[in-house]
């Protein structure tokens, strides 16, 4: 059976960094793009980036780059995404997301329960 | 980047009535649309892929359509496990952008 399992939530405070973990079982972790999303109440989710866990290579939304960083660790079948200097617009639930498909059409087949992260002083 | 508009942003229908979702692209997405089921709490959960493709074990009240810009879920006979939010996502460009949601209450 597939899962993604996430990390808990956050409190953190504005200006540090978080990193927050997407652990893959019940499939094989480097067959397959890892996406992360961003899901604030009442707006429409962001496509955040994409990681492929055999090269490291990444894609990033531009709106996201610089902020945010996007690795793996094979041997533990994580994901992980870190996430920069943090402001309060940052609050929201984060979602990892495993692509599947083909022909360069990748739609999201299993996600991930979320892990809300909260910016607050 | 592809703009994703959706509509309605919220619905109320009655149990067995058929309810429509539209979503309108930006561009010619080539069906790269995928609809998604989010109840509260929970996360999205894969209902139709490439525009008209049910995803496994998704009920079969649930289809698809569009080509294009212009893009529809159709859930027929509707049921009470069907409320939730659903939201439309274009996949065929970076970066993917997704609607901004329709919240599906029960009249």
């Known amino acids: 059976e597939v899962q993604l399992h996430q990390s808990g939530a956050e409190l953190v405070k504005p200006g540090v960094s978080v990193k927050i973990s997407c652990k893959a079982s019940?499939?094989?972790?480097?067959?397959?793009?890892m996406h992360w999303v961003k899901q604030r109440p009442g707006q429409a989710v962001e496509w955040i980036g994409v990681i492929n866990p055999e090269s490291g290579g990444t894609d990033y939304n531009g709106k996201f780059r610089g902020k945010v960083t996007l690795t793996v660790d094979k041997s533990s079948s994580t994901a992980f995404m870190q996430l920069g200097s943090l402001t309060p617009e940052d609050t929201a639930v984060y979602y990892c997301?495993?692509?599947?498909?083909?022909?360069?059409?990748?739609?999201?087949?299993?996600w991930g329960p979320g892990t809300m992260v909260t910016v607050s002083s | 980047d592809i703009q994703m508009t959706q509509s309605p942003a919220s619905l109320s229908a009655s149990l067995g009535e058929t309810v429509t979702i539209e979503c309108r692209a930006s561009?010619?997405?080539?069906?790269?649309l995928a609809w998604y089921q989010q109840k509260p709490g929970k996360s999205p959960q894969l209902l139709i892929y490439n525009a008209n493709s049910l995803h496994t074990g998704v009920p079969s009240r649930f289809s698809g359509s569009g080509s294009g810009t212009q893009y529809s879920l159709k859930i027929n006979s509707l049921q009470s496990e069907d409320v939730a939010s659903y939201f439309c996502q274009q996949y065929y460009d970076y970066p993917y952008t997704f609607g901004a949601g329709t919240k599906l209450e029960l009249k």
């Open positions: 019940g499939y094989s972790f480097t067959s397959y793009n």
């Open positions: 561009e010619d997405i080539y069906n790269g």
């Open positions: 997301a495993r692509d599947v498909g083909s022909s360069g059409y990748w739609y999201f087949d299993f």
